[in-house]
């Protein structure tokens, strides 16, 4: 196994793609079809209740790309299965990426049919990467634009992601947690997200933890002697109520010892009613400074609902609703081909049609500085508006150093703050109108031209 990663992923592996790019690798070899490619990334269309989605994965894309190669170990496999042809196959061990890629910067706000990456390089190399280029983006896209609407339901309320146990794989959990905090999320409990990527941890202690002890109050005090800077308890192991006296009594004892109790948390029953009455409990012994935290397969229309109410609520765990995106679980995205030697390409499938050529995305402001519409159009145009697509890696090489999570926040952030009202809803149902994406009069032409020509 080889022991380089890729920003955080276990390895780079060219056999993780689909059979038929590498039989197409040989047919285009063979063919001598390496002439300059266009692919491009985008979103066909947003799922029911969304109105807006945040580019995510870039970061570990370039990174794979940067070191994506073929083993011996790995051409012999090839070999042996009888599929290739050793010329192919010596094409293979030389493989690298030399391409151009240009793309959103991560945590930019998009919306349907607007790439967000476009990859130029000769065929063979813009073919092969299809599957992880989908793979990589999809996912952290859809837990980012997930954990964006979660900190729309809780604009100042403690989030952190603990789905790692719910998650698909070991790496979909660690990829889930990078995009939760992109995405808005304050930190997770993923401890290898923090060693990846330097996210913000944060923990408490397990039911089975209560359990061993045997004596509920025994546990708080030695947790809290171990761990002084981060006495956070869980207390809905037997009786919620009867812990909270248990804390309030326990927090005046380390008082005298320098300790505070920074926190409990609820995991389960009816979080509102039983956040109120800890929260009175709590209050009542003096307790002010101690948060109230719960947890326990929440979504952000809960959380919504939390915040509406005026539950005296300061921080969510989430894990489920947000590590597997519980209530649409993928996005319909595409990778496709958009211009082959010079030549645009469409594909005018029923319900899957593109717009062909080197496309650019360009955003208009109102007065107010929200976001009013954005224009599809060809590269070569001239439009008004901020150019979305940037240059990010050329022949292969990155153009700049790896971003931090902290400027990745700061443009999620704007972005969110740009979101018309009509685009802040989490409900389905509500009545919204929809952001418009025009299609440019050259992008439009175009595709006519390409259309009468196909026929």
Same mark, same amino acid.
């Given at each position: 196994?080889?022991?380089?990663?890729?920003?955080?992923?276990?390895?780079?592996?060219?056999?993780?793609?689909?059979?038929?790019?590498?039989?197409?690798?040989? $047919?285009?070899?063979?063919?001598?079809?390496?002439?300059?490619?266009? &692919?491009?990334? &985008?979103?066909?269309?947003?799922?029911?209740?969304?109105?807006?989605?945040?580019?995510?994965?870039?970061?570990?894309?370039?990174?794979?790309?940067?070191?994506?190669?073929?083993?011996?170990?790995?051409?012999?496999?090839?070999?042996?299965?009888?599929? &290739?042809?050793?010329? #192919?196959?010596?094409?293979?061990?030389?493989?690298?990426?030399?391409?151009?890629?240009?793309?959103?910067?991560?945590?930019?706000?998009?919306?349907?049919?607007?790439?967000? !990456?476009?990859?130029?390089?000769?065929?063979?190399? $813009?073919?092969?990467?299809?599957?992880?280029?989908?793979? !990589?983006?999809?996912?952290?896209?859809?837990? %980012?634009?997930? %954990?964006?609407?979660?900190?729309?339901?809780?604009?100042?309320?403690?989030? /952190?992601?603990?789905?790692?146990?719910?998650?698909?794989?070991?790496?979909?959990?660690?990829?889930?947690?990078?995009?939760?905090?992109?995405?808005?999320?304050?930190?997770?409990?993923?401890?290898? $997200?923090?060693?990846?990527?330097?996210?913000?941890?944060?923990?408490?202690?397990?039911? =089975?933890?209560?359990?061993?002890?045997?004596?509920?109050?025994?546990?708080? $005090?030695?947790?809290?002697?171990?761990?002084?800077?981060?006495?956070?308890?869980?207390?809905?192991?037997?009786?919620?109520?009867?812990?909270?006296?248990?804390?309030?009594?326990?927090?005046?004892?380390?008082?005298?010892?320098?300790?505070?109790?920074?926190?409990?948390?609820?995991?389960?029953?009816?979080?509102?009613?039983? =956040?109120?009455?800890?929260?009175?409990?709590?209050?009542?012994?003096?307790?002010?400074?101690?948060? /109230?935290?719960?947890?326990?397969?929440?979504?952000?229309?809960?959380?919504?609902?939390?915040?509406?109410?005026?539950?005296?609520?300061?921080?969510?765990?989430?894990?489920?609703?947000?590590? #597997?995106?519980?209530?649409?679980?993928?996005?319909? #995205?595409?990778?496709? !081909?958009?211009?082959?030697?010079?030549?645009? #390409?469409?594909?005018?499938?029923?319900?899957?049609?593109?717009?062909?050529?080197?496309?650019?995305?360009?955003?208009?402001?109102?007065? =107010?500085?929200?976001?009013?519409?954005?224009?599809? +159009?060809?590269?070569?145009?001239?439009?008004?508006?901020?150019?979305?697509?940037?240059?990010?890696?050329?022949?292969?090489?990155?153009?700049?150093?790896?971003?931090?999570?902290? %400027?990745?926040?700061?443009? /999620?952030?704007?972005?969110?703050?740009?979101?018309? +009202?009509?685009?802040?809803?989490?409900?389905?149902?509500?009545?919204?109108?929809?952001?418009?994406?025009?299609?440019?009069?050259?992008?439009?032409?175009?595709?006519? =031209?390409?259309?009468?020509?196909?026929?």
């Amino acid at each position: 196994m080889k022991e380089h990663r890729a920003a955080g992923l276990e390895q780079v592996n060219p056999l993780l793609t689909d059979l038929y790019q590498l039989t197409m690798l040989q $047919a285009y070899y063979s063919s001598g079809m390496e002439e300059t490619a266009v &692919f491009e990334f &985008f979103v066909r269309k947003l799922p029911a209740g969304r109105r807006f989605l945040l580019a995510a994965g870039l970061e570990q894309l370039l990174a794979y790309l940067q070191e994506l190669q073929f083993t011996e170990t790995e051409l012999q496999w090839l070999r042996d299965s009888g599929r &290739f042809s050793d010329a #192919c196959l010596e094409r293979l061990a030389d493989w690298r990426f030399s391409g151009d890629v240009a793309a959103m910067p991560e945590g930019s706000v998009f919306f349907a049919n607007e790439p967000i !990456l476009r990859v130029t390089a000769p065929l063979p190399e $813009a073919q092969l990467i299809e599957p992880i280029a989908i793979n !990589l983006l999809h996912f952290q896209t859809l837990i %980012a634009s997930k %954990a964006a609407r979660f900190r729309l339901a809780a604009p100042d309320g403690l989030l /952190v992601d603990f789905g790692l146990r719910r998650a698909h794989t070991p790496d979909a959990g660690l990829l889930a947690a990078r995009a939760a905090v992109i995405g808005g999320f304050d930190g997770t409990a993923t401890v290898a $997200a923090g060693a990846a990527f330097d996210a913000a941890l944060y923990g408490t202690m397990a039911h =089975s933890y209560i359990q061993a002890w045997g004596d509920e109050y025994a546990a708080f $005090a030695h947790f809290a002697r171990v761990h002084p800077d981060n006495a956070v308890l869980l207390i809905d192991t037997y009786d919620t109520l009867a812990a909270t006296d248990k804390v309030v009594r326990l927090a005046h004892e380390l008082q005298q010892e320098g300790i505070a109790i920074r926190a409990v948390r609820i995991d389960s029953g009816d979080l509102d009613n039983l =956040s109120r009455q800890v929260r009175a409990k709590l209050d009542a012994g003096g307790c002010q400074a101690i948060r /109230v935290l719960v947890s326990g397969g929440l979504d952000e229309h809960e959380i919504a609902g939390y915040v509406a109410a005026g539950a005296p609520i300061d921080g969510y765990g989430v894990g489920t609703q947000l590590d #597997c995106s519980a209530d649409h679980p993928y996005l319909d #995205c595409a990778y496709k !081909l958009q211009e082959y030697a010079g030549r645009p #390409c469409r594909k005018r499938s029923t319900g899957k049609a593109t717009w062909p050529g080197r496309k650019q995305v360009y955003r208009n402001l109102t007065d =107010s500085g929200l976001f009013d519409d954005d224009v599809l +159009a060809l590269e070569s145009e001239s439009q008004a508006g901020k150019a979305l697509l940037q240059p990010v890696m050329r022949q292969g090489q990155r153009l700049h150093d790896s971003e931090t999570t902290e %400027a990745i926040q700061q443009r /999620v952030g704007d972005g969110l703050a740009r979101l018309p +009202a009509s685009l802040r809803h989490l409900q389905a149902d509500t009545d919204a109108s929809g952001y418009e994406v025009r299609i440019s009069e050259e992008l439009r032409a175009l595709a006519e =031209s390409v259309d009468r020509e196909a026929d």
